[in-house]
């Protein structure tokens, strides 16, 4: 007699592999069935992502890794690549599941219904505000129908646990009222029931479902923001906030709960899932520095992207930052051997060099130079005796350089000619060290970062790349115009085609006015298919001209 199935390590990556292909098959089908009219809607997306991750944190295990390397790969896989808020919570369903698996050398029904339990059990941890009628709800039950089948086989229980979990997936309509308006179900629960069928997949041979025809789905309520997910009634159904934030946080497990007490005043939407030191966190709020300075406070934050979630982002008027800009600033905390100077503008580059240790910010860049007085007067408001300026563009260096010899501190010009390596200057500055060594390092930082560029031809002209005709979209990098095209996502892919290779490590994307957040998507999705072993962060600059700069490292 045949004894029944157990799942040993290798049948577990065969769900998983299948689990990400079914997901990628039926994307389409689940992002239709995302009712918030936003650009992170995307749920069928992010989850399909976030299963990259895994399947490529599989595809590197050696030869036999047995069921603790498995599981330890699925479950750093979906935390390091989980993508939304839907990523975020399947990450930790996986975590759940692995945690479980990881005790012995083979799943058997009493483990698969005892995982289940654990992976909506941390599933609901990582919501601060848990709202059913979503992928929560779907967890639950089937956790519930698997403990339900008693003595069952493996294949039983997984049947029970679909059972119950579609069930609860066909009412998630009548727990909220925005998915019964829309006439669809939770778009995150959908996706969840692909995982048991993968899992009958690797247990039982059976086929994985095609998608269904693609759904209708009715308008919901219009709004300037909103979630995958996660908002009661209480919340107005949608949330207000304009910008998702996620990033990686490398802290303490005890210092987590404070951090996730400051993030409760910060915004909504908020998902923290991990340990061990190592937590991916996300976040819907109007205050992006607030919501990185939390991760500051609790230790060190990596992998940033931040998306705006306006489907048009509002102009920002660089004249009315100017003016903002010139505001004095005050200092506070101890005062360091070298403060920074940078030139920038757009109010989310002002932020982010500010939570990289600049202690003034000039306004200028394209079409607004700075002049001299500018760049000295926020040199003499520093707070320090050793001042480095970063003037970000090539046409403020000697300008800048003139300040050397009007100021009476010691002062070092970086000659950064753009944003990014800007931002790359600073991953070296150390305010305790003199402004010649912090010149030295910083200069050596900037230069190794590959910048790039995406603007738009005010007139007619030619080039290496080709005749340029005035509204061309134009990418370039140092050496000069590299592509033409008459997107704007046609230049950014081009651009981002000649300069990545698979021999960087990290693309920094930063957004400006003429950005839209679906074409950042599709630029994220594009350095995920085409260049996979690199990963990506996205900033939200405001700068203006420059719909996007790159910098690659």
């Not at 209708?216 to 909103?226: D, F, K, L, N, Q």
């Amino acid at each position: 007699m045949e004894s029944p199935p157990r799942l040993v390590a290798d049948d577990l990556a065969v769900a998983v592999r299948a689990f990400r292909d079914v997901l990628r098959s039926h994307q389409e089908v689940i992002n239709r069935l995302n009712v918030y009219p936003v650009p992170d809607g995307d749920t069928g997306t992010n989850m399909a992502l976030t299963m990259e991750s895994v399947a490529t944190e599989l595809d590197g295990l050696g030869d036999r890794p047995g069921m603790a390397g498995t599981c330890k790969a699925i479950s750093h896989g979906s935390l390091m690549g989980a993508r939304g808020n839907s990523g975020v919570i399947l990450s930790q369903v996986l975590r759940g599941l692995t945690g479980v698996w990881s005790q012995g050398d083979a799943v058997g029904p009493a483990e698969m219904a005892a995982a289940l339990t654990a992976a909506s059990e941390a599933a609901y941890r990582a919501v601060m505000k848990p709202v059913e009628g979503t992928i929560l709800t779907v967890a639950r039950a089937c956790a519930e129908g698997a403990a339900g089948a008693g003595d069952a086989g493996l294949v039983e229980v997984l049947e029970a646990a679909r059972s119950e979990g579609a069930a609860a997936l066909e009412r998630t309509p009548e727990m909220l009222p925005v998915l019964k308006k829309a006439g669809v179900v939770d778009a995150g629960g959908s996706g969840l029931m692909l995982l048991i069928d993968a899992l009958l997949h690797a247990a039982d041979g059976r086929p994985l479902p095609e998608p269904p025809a693609t759904p209708e789905v009715a308008a919901a309520p219009r709004r300037s923001a909103g979630s995958e997910e996660f908002h009661s009634d209480e919340e107005a159904d949608i949330s207000g906030l304009r910008y998702e934030v996620m990033y990686l946080l490398e802290a303490e497990d005890d210092r987590v709960p404070a951090f996730k007490d400051v993030w409760a005043g910060v915004g909504d939407s908020i998902v923290v899932v991990g340990g061990e030191g190592l937590w991916n966190c996300h976040i819907h709020t109007d205050d992006i520095g607030a919501a990185i300075e939390a991760a500051l406070d609790a230790g060190r934050p990596r992998n940033i992207r931040v998306t705006d979630l306006l489907e048009q982002v509002e102009e920002e008027r660089w004249v009315r930052e100017a003016d903002a800009s010139e505001e004095a600033d005050e200092w506070v905390g101890d005062p360091p051997a070298t403060a920074v100077v940078a030139v920038a503008t757009g109010s989310g580059i002002r932020r982010i060099f500010r939570s990289l240790g600049v202690h003034q910010v000039v306004a200028g860049g394209q079409s607004m130079n700075p002049s001299t007085a500018q760049i000295l007067e926020a040199v003499e408001a520093s707070p320090a005796d050793n001042v480095i300026i970063l003037p970000n563009n090539k046409n403020i260096i000697p300008v800048a350089e003139q300040v050397v010899e009007m100021s009476g501190k010691s002062v070092r010009v970086v000659p950064t000619t753009g944003i990014p390596e800007g931002f790359a200057a600073l991953l070296a500055y150390d305010p305790q060290s003199d402004c010649r060594a912090n010149g030295d390092s910083m200069a050596e930082a900037a230069g190794r970062v590959v910048a790039g560029e995406v603007t738009q031809a005010v007139r007619d002209s030619d080039g290496d790349a080709g005749p340029i005709q005035e509204g061309d979209w134009l990418g370039l990098s140092r050496s000069g115009i590299e592509v033409v095209a008459p997107s704007l996502f046609g230049a950014a892919s081009g651009l981002l085609e000649k300069l990545v290779t698979d021999d960087h490590e990290i693309v920094t994307v930063i957004e400006g006015d003429g950005a839209k957040a679906a074409d950042t998507r599709r630029l994220t999705e594009w350095l995920s298919e085409h260049r996979p072993l690199v990963a990506h962060e996205v900033h939200h600059g405001g700068q203006p001209l420059y719909p996007y700069l790159f910098s690659i490292e």
